[in-house]
Structures are given as C-alpha cells and as structure tokens.
C-alpha cells in the first residue's frame, strides 16, 4: 500500500506549551482513520498541520535541553512543511487536501452552489476565480458533488439558511469538486445532533470509500470512531498512546484517554462478560 | 437558587482590587486636568454668551426676512455639490478598498501595513477644506477640485473603518476558502469580503452624508457649489440670503440622512 500521508518528529509549542510532541505516523491510501483523545490532546492541531494551516515548530529550536529533528510533513508524495517553513507550492498542494471543519466554514452570504464550485478555484483560471465567473463545466461537477451527498436542491438557497448538518454536507461537496484525494476532517460533527451527525459521517464515509479516498477524522465520540473508521489514533497530551485497528480498542486505554468517568459520558458501558469489548449504551448519550 | 443549606460553604465576594480603582481614580484625575488645563487655552468665556445676548439678538434678526427670489439658481448649486460629494465618495470607495486590505493586520504583513496605515493618517489628518486649497491651486477653481478634495480625505477615512472590520472578521471562512487551494486574493475576494460587505456598505453610506455636509462647506474656498454661492452671500452682508441658503442647505442635508438611513437599514 503506499503512502499517502506521512508526518515526521512533528512537534508543536503554542506560546511555549507544548501542543504536539514528536509525532510521527504513516497513513495509507483509503484508510479511513479516527484521531480521538480529549479535548487539548492536539487532534486539531495535528489535522490543520497535515493540510499546511499551520508550521511545525522550527527546526534546531531547542526543547528540553536537544535539538529537534526536522519535523517534516507531506501529503501524497508532495512536501506540505519542513522544519517549520511551509512548501513553496503548498496553496496547489492543499488542492488535494480537503478540509472539512467544525464549523463548516462556507460562504455565508452566497448560495450552496456558488461556495460548492470553490473547490475548483485552484484549477480554473485566476482571473474567473476573482470574478466568480466559473465554467459551465465546473458548476455541473459542483451540481454532481451536491447530488452525492443528497443537497442538490438546495443549490440556490443561501448557505446561511441551512442547518448545521446540511452545511456540512455542503462543505464535503465542495471538498469533492475539488478533487482531493485525502479528506481530513476536524470534528465535523462536534456541533451537531445526533442525527445530523451519522448523516454527515455517513455521507463522509460512504463517498470516500466510493472514490478510495484517504480520510482523517477527529473525533469526540469514540462510538462514531468503532462505527465509521478502521483504524483508531489515539492521542494524549500530544502523543500518539494508541495506534490500531479499531478492535483493539480497550477499555482501559479508553479509561486512560478520557478518565474514567468520562466512560458514561461517552455512552459507553464496560461488559461483564467480554471485559475487551465495549458496548454503547442508550445512542442519546453517545452524543455529548 | 434556593436558599442556600447548611451544606454549602459561605461564600465572600471577592477582595477588591485595589491597583484597579487606583489606576480608575488617576484616569479620571487625568481627565479632569486635561479639562482644566484646556480651559485657558481656548479661552473659554461663557459669560460673554449672556452679556452680549443683544447682540446676537440683533444678527440673528437681520436674516429675516428670508429671501427665497433666487431659489432655483440655489437648488441648482445645490444639486453640484450633491454632485460632488457622490463623486468624492465613489472614487474614494474605490481607493480604500485596496487600501483598507492592505493596512488589515489579519491579512498583511507589517511592513505592509505600517507604511500604508501612515499614508492613510496624512489624508485623513488634513482637512477636506486644506485639501480643496490645494486642488484649487492644482485644477483650477470649481467643482472639480471638491471632488479631489473629497476623494483624498474619505479614502483615508474609509480604509482605516474598513480595515478595522476586516480585521474583526471570522478566521474560519478564510480558512475554508484557503484549505481548497485558492490564491491569496481568492481568499480576500470569498473569506474576507463578503464577511465585511454589509459594514463596508454602512461606513460609505455614513461618509456620503458626511461628504454631502463637507461638499457645502469647501465652496467656501472656490471648491464650487453651494458653498461659493453661500460665501459670496455672506461676504456682501446679504443676510437674508444667506439664511436661504442654510435652510436649503439644512433640509437637503436631512432628506440625504434619512434616505441613507433607510438604505443601510436595508442592507444590513
């Protein structure tokens, strides 16, 4: 299998306080993979690094008395950053990136159709792309991706009068006209209700796997991570503390993740009987 | 709340700070000597307001009757400054779109924004009415030059507003529009504009009644409009007219208020 995303000795200070430290993993092409971990444990930080929204912190900058190796990130064979500084090339790069975020992002004042089409900004001319001018063409792949993820007729309506989960549909439509070939998405479904949320991780899972695309997710909600993803990443105050199959998810690292009490808060329950199994209590409290 | 049990600990309000209501007390202080020492500096005599109030009396009474034969030359001189402030205004809108961009610390460098926000402090500092002096001397007398006038001072005046909204703006937007692979004007044009249109909208809407208020005074000095016609008035003691003038003026500058008041009522 090859590659698709590597990261090298990434680590991150935000102010001083470290944020990520020394990660590094490989993902391959069409793993569907979940990065959990508590609120802080740097899931965010690690997906906007991949995409080059943010640098690493610089090289030869001094932690803990040693030099740092080159943190070196790349997507698809491509250079995103090294040691801090993002690649020359790093807006065409991102091209083939997409990035859902929590909160959706879109345009707010213009139509569903209109903020789908912008995937394609970075391959149509520049000049169309300031003036909003895109090619038939492009507005019918734009109508296609909205018909995948079940918004085609709400094109014309303003992105603004959608709910949540609808906007989100909308930003994975723009992420597919733009032809990425990795989506990370950075809890896309954190602000929304349950329902809405297996409907967009549905749509996010099912389009993927459609088009073998590569996907990160980060997750809140561990049940999403054992439903949708096959591979868990599990992070802890900015170290990886699990790497697996999602099976292989334990209770007591779990336990460990989140602390204990947070068991219930994440709808989980431990069995009795399989002590490695986790079962998910009534679905209303899966959803914080 | 119900009324707290013997469980809870008593609680106390929180000590008071006293660096705080230091500094509150000095910043008053401060104030108040600023006031003071203002006083002598401009000559503040308020009691000349009632010992002379004849004389006022008497000045105000000479602009009565007020003399309305020439109204149509005056609505027409109206009509030119009304004139020169859209003019002014665009052109300036114009300019400060870029300008404004470009001294937003959210989206340039600093050593973009900094020489930039200073060019725009010099158009701003000085006053339309120095600035319709010099154009006098540039382009000639007229019209012409009130509109420079106007185009040079609101652009500073714009793009300072409309820098500070861009630079309250959502990060989250430019980001969308960023993590598709677009350009960094990509970004300006769908992240940040359409973000800050309807305060961009209010802030020219507010600087076009300014300027229609502006454009009647640098008449005064060959700027054209009202304000030549209002000055030559004033200058041959013709009183009466000029009280014509102002009510013309008065009324035109209200019914340019409300409509832009109901405009950007509608845009936001």
């Given at each position: 299998m090859d590659t698709v995303i590597s990261i090298n000795n990434l680590s991150k200070h935000f102010k001083g306080k470290?944020?990520?430290?020394?990660v590094s993993l490989t993902i391959s092409r069409g793993e569907t993979v979940a990065l959990i971990g508590a609120s802080g444990s740097g899931k965010s930080t690690l997906l906007r690094h991949i995409a080059g929204l943010l640098t690493t912190d610089k090289s030869g900058q001094e932690a803990g008395g040693c030099d740092l190796p080159v943190c070196c990130v790349s997507v698809l064979g491509q250079t995103i950053q090294e040691g801090g500084q993002l690649a020359k090339k790093v807006r065409q790069h991102r091209a083939r990136v997409g990035f859902i975020f929590q909160q959706f992002n879109l345009v707010n004042r213009m139509s569903v159709l209109n903020n789908v089409v912008l995937g394609a900004l970075a391959r149509v001319p520049g000049w169309r792309g300031a003036l909003n001018w895109f090619p038939k063409s492009e507005q019918l792949v734009a109508m296609r991706a909205l018909q995948r993820v079940g918004m085609d007729s709400f094109a014309n309506q303003r992105a603004s009068t959608l709910s949540g989960g609808q906007q989100q549909r909308v930003a994975i439509a723009r992420a597919l006209v733009q032809g990425a070939e990795v989506l990370l998405a950075d809890e896309p479904v954190a602000s929304l209700d349950p329902e809405s949320s297996r409907r967009v991780l549905g749509t996010l899972t099912k389009v993927s796997k459609q088009d073998q695309k590569t996907v990160v997710i980060s997750l809140h909600q561990v049940e999403y991570a054992r439903q949708y993803c096959t591979r868990v990443i599990a992070l802890k105050k900015g170290r990886i503390v699990f790497d697996g199959p999602t099976a292989n998810l334990t209770p007591t690292l779990l336990n460990e993740l989140y602390g204990s009490e947070s068991l219930n808060v994440h709808g989980l329950t431990l069995d009795a009987s399989e002590p490695n199994t986790i079962k998910s209590s009534n679905e209303m409290t899966s959803v914080i | 709340m119900q009324n707290a049990g013997d469980s809870h600990p008593a609680v106390a309000l929180p000590k008071r700070d006293t660096k705080r209501s230091l500094m509150h007390a000095f910043g008053w202080g401060l104030f108040l000597a600023l006031l003071g020492l203002s006083w002598e500096g401009a000559e503040m005599n308020p009691g000349v307001l009632v010992s002379d109030a004849s004389n006022m009396l008497k000045f105000a009474s000479d602009f009565f009757p007020l003399d309305f034969h020439e109204w149509d030359f005056y609505l027409a001189e109206m009509v030119i400054t009304l004139q020169i402030a859209v003019w002014g205004t665009v052109l300036s809108i114009v300019a400060a779109i870029p300008f404004g961009i470009l001294s937003s610390e959210n989206i340039v460098p600093w050593w973009v924004y900094q020489p930039v926000r200073r060019l725009m402090d010099a158009a701003r500092a000085i006053n339309e009415m120095v600035f319709a002096m010099l154009f006098v001397v540039v382009v000639g007398l007229g019209p012409f030059a009130g509109v420079l006038a106007l185009f040079v001072h609101t652009t500073g005046i714009l793009a300072k507003l409309f820098s500070e909204a861009v630079e309250a703006i959502e990060p989250g937007p430019v980001e969308g529009i960023r993590s598709t692979g677009a350009s960094a004007i990509h970004e300006v044009i769908f992240g940040v504009i359409p973000q800050v249109l309807p305060h961009w909208i209010s802030f020219s809407l507010y600087r076009f009644e300014s300027n229609v208020r502006s454009a009647t005074v640098i008449g005064l000095v060959g700027a054209g409009g009202i304000g030549v016609v209002l000055w030559e008035s004033i200058r041959a003691f013709s009183f009466p007219q000029a009280g014509a003038i102002m009510v013309i003026i008065i009324l035109s500058v209200t019914l340019i208020d409300l409509l832009s008041q109901w405009l950007r009522k509608r845009v936001i």
């Open positions: 470290p944020a990520l430290n020394d | -």
